[in-house]
């Protein structure tokens, strides 16, 4: 007689086996018991009333709901690249590099040189003999090579000169234009332009110029060097070059303008030929390697004292993605600093070679700094790292009461529980004696 196995007893050993290789849920239960997350374990023990898990477990849901809530607002607020500007008052123990400072006459052309004949001994030796003289002598009549330019390439220069009409205009643009020799508006403005100098000496009595340094530098023509611009030729103070040579700039120690560079000139208001506004100055102050902007300066007229305090700001700009995008460019041909000015500038000057094949009595003005300090405005992120993460522990610390070791508790029991996956499990088999 061959005896039966009682099934009951396989049974429960396979629910124990089942047991056994599913410890995920009594896992859970001692992890979430002992876990520092606020109110978890009041939702697991078994032993609490269904009530008061259920009030647990609603309130862990909303504290949840909270801070993945906030923690994505924060996220955003990150993601959005905010800037904020720290501003700090620095004052250099050296004194602060004063500016360039460009002194042009609003009369564009001296009357005397635009008047002088090409028999006069000053012709040559003011170099009054440019590009377009000898080629327009035979058509000019009785003008001057200054009234003949005048009279061809300026606006209003049939108001400026006599006996310059159209047809006067139209022989000598049409001399030019077969010439070999191309007109050149660069060299007309320079060598016919209004000397800020006038004899070419400061040390006439009608004239004084003086840098406040370390002891009194009085400053002469040497220190300023000529520079074209759109208003025709200026001067410019402390350039960094003395002619083609590299010198160092000077620096101000003292506050004010009449210790920064106070200087007399003559207007010379009797050489006034064509002037955009008014007889006087235009001073514009710039940094040595910007582009000097004509327009940007304040104006001076004949008979006063103007007293201008500068004041130096720096700005610091945060590069992409932040908003203010500030990047590095190459420089503009002949400029070394980029300003959005000279950009304008190369611009205008780039559509007019593509289109047209060219480029196109006393005054005292005092410059000087009000502060031996300067503003310096630096934009910083406003959400950075740390205060993402601050955010993040805070919202972590104010809604689930845990930290960052409990994130480590939660990766402990992950690690755990898949050892307890990979590891063999000793599986109990039932056997009966036969």
Known sequence: MIPVESTEPATASFKEVIKSKSPLLSKWREFATNT???GLRYVIQTSLPSYRRMVWALLLVAASGAYFYNSTRSFKKYFSRPIKTEISQETPLDGLKFPAVTICNLNQFMKMKIDTTDEDEYFEKLGLNISGCSETRRVRGNLTCGQALLCAFVDFGPLLV??????TRHRIMSVLNHSKRIYDEKEFLSKYGHDLFGDRSMSGPSKYCVFEDEEQI???EQ??????TNG???YTFNSGYNGSAKIELFRSLYEGSDLGLPIALDVQTNESTFSSSSSGLSVIVHDQDTFVNYH???KVQPGTHASVAVKLTQYKRLPSPYRTNCSKVDSLAGIKSYTKDGCIYQCRSNHSMDKCGCRRDYALPGVGFQ???YEKREDVPSHTNESLFGELGGNMGLFLGCSVLTICEFLDFLWELL????RPHPVAVNTTPA
Do not use: R
Request: net charge neutral.
């Open 36 to 38: 520092t997350v606020h």
């Open 419 to 422: 050892l307890s996956k990979i």
């Open 371 to 373: 502060y031996l300090s």
């Open 223 to 228: 220190h300023f060097v000529p520079i074209v």
């Open 162 to 167: 006599d006996n310059c009409d159209f047809s």
């Open 232 to 234: 025709g030729i200026c």
């Open 296 to 298: 940007s300066g304040f």
């Open 218 to 220: 009085k400053c002469s």
